[in-house]
């Protein structure tokens, strides 16, 4: 028998995760932060950093983004565990950075979720970011600039 409520919450906790991506590549904090549960968590444990809260989760954001010159995010899909209100899974990303300065960064991680479903709909509860691969090689390419817009 097909569980309809089980294929809906798959369906939208991947989107969840498409619009965690879309929210972080568009630097919209403020929506990234409605994302998580109030008491949600984000942490990065290869460079210490952990935010608790969707105000402290919007302020980490802007602050990790504010040097950076332009950041890629893909977001590729991964496990989902349904358990009634609750889930768990992992997202596969690829992270093009590169900073003010000059300096890049291409990544390939894992995000290891748990979500709540809550009266509006699936959020993260959590968030750990585990990075499998780094590479601190300079990028070839830049960011191309509007037609009529200074270089």
């Known amino acids: ?67 950076l010159d332009y950041f890629v995010q893909t977001t590729h899909p991964g ?11 992992r997202a596969y990303i690829c992270e093009l950075i590169r900073f003010g300065d000059g300096r890049s960064e291409l990544n390939y991680a894992i995000y290891h979720d748990r979500y709540r479903r809550t009266a509006d709909g699936w959020k993260f509860s959590e968030r750990v970011y585990e990075v499998r691969y780094l590479d601190h090689s300079p990028l070839a390419g830049s960011a191309p600039r509007a037609v009529g817009s200074p270089s």
Do not use: K, N, W
Not at 17 to 28: K, N, P, Q, T, W
Not at 79 to 89: E, M, N, V, Y
């Open 79 to 89: 496990t989902i565990r349904l358990d009634g209100d609750t889930a768990s899974g």
């Open 1 to 67: 028998m097909i569980d309809l409520q089980a294929i809906a919450d798959r369906l939208e906790i991947e989107a969840l995760r498409g619009e965690c991506a879309d929210a972080v590549m568009l630097r919209d904090y403020d929506r990234l932060a409605s994302l998580f549960t109030h008491d949600g968590a984000v942490r990065i444990p290869h460079v210490g950093a952990e935010a608790v809260s969707r105000e402290e989760i919007r302020a980490a954001s802007e602050r990790m983004q504010a040097p």
